[in-house]
T-cell receptor, first 115, second 114 residues
Framework: DADVTQTPRNRITKTGKRIMLECSQTKGHDRMYWYRQDPGLGLRLIYYSFDVKDINKGEISDGYSVSRQAQAKFSLSLESAIPNQTALYFC??????????????FGEGSRLTVL | AQSVTQLDSQVPVFEEAPVELRCNYSSSVSVYLFWYVQYPNQGLQLLLK??????LVESINGFEAEFNKSQTSFHLRKPSVHISDTAEYFCAVSKYSSASKIIFGSGTRLSIRP
């Protein structure tokens, strides 16, 4: 089983619908992240969290919200999806001894298409 | 705010040729620097990182990167590429003072021709 699991892996929805992308991890890491990947733009940070009580905005948080339900779970919501939110979304974790300098561990991605 | 610029969106090279993928960052404070690799249809994996000390860092598969503070660069190099190196490469940076906020560049797609 993957250490960082994202669901759903693929989703097609319509403009105006509410969408939730979920991420769970078994690495025991305290830091969790949501990024979106667009061709030619790389990865852009949406939100990141140190723990269940500490949520921080990233570069492009407008139009998104997050919830850290537990140390192992971090969900990303689009309250009213729009077509320019069509992208590949990645969840990542980081923690342990190298919480500030170590590797980000990525999930396999959730491809979202908004029609 | 910190930012990362990867000057080349695509780099085609022949197998066994050398390659350099360029990365420049903008930050007025000390930073940590990373290179990640994304193979087709996969998530990203850490390739190497610079935290402090020796400015030349190496990965286990033959890549190396050199931190140049005066030029604010962290270019990635490999003396002889293999078909299996075909992937997209991302440079990333975080500041010492906010090390959890990691910003990525736009990526460079490395394509290897036989």
């Amino acid at each position: 089983d993957a250490d960082v699991t994202q669901t759903p892996r693929n989703r097609i929805t319509k403009t105006g619908k509410r969408i939730m992308l979920e991420c769970s991890q078994t690495k025991g890491h305290d830091r969790m992240y949501w990024y979106r990947q667009d061709p030619g733009l790389g990865l852009r940070l949406i939100y990141y969290s140190f723990d269940v009580k500490d949520i921080n905005k990233g570069e492009i948080s407008d139009g998104y919200s997050v919830s850290r339900q537990a140390q192992a779970k971090f969900s990303l919501s689009l309250e009213s999806a729009i077509p320019n939110q069509t992208a590949l979304y990645f969840c990542a974790t980081r923690g342990g001894r190298d919480a500030n300098t170590g590797e980000l561990f990525f999930g396999e991605g959730s491809r979202l298409t908004v029609l | 705010a910190q930012s990362v610029t990867q000057l080349d969106s695509q780099v085609p090279v022949f197998e066994e040729a050398p390659v350099e993928l360029r990365c420049n960052y903008s930050s007025s404070v000390s930073v940590y620097l990373f290179w990640y690799v994304q193979y087709p249809n996969q998530g990203l994996q850490l390739l190497l990182k610079y935290l402090s000390g020796s400015t030349l860092v190496e990965s286990i598969n033959g890549f190396e990167a050199e931190f140049n503070k005066s030029q604010t660069s962290f270019h990635l190099r490999k003396p002889s590429v293999h078909i299996s190196d075909t992937a997209e490469y991302f440079c990333a940076v975080s500041k010492y003072s906010s090390a959890s906020k990691i910003i990525f560049g736009s990526g460079t797609r490395l394509s290897i021709r036989p």
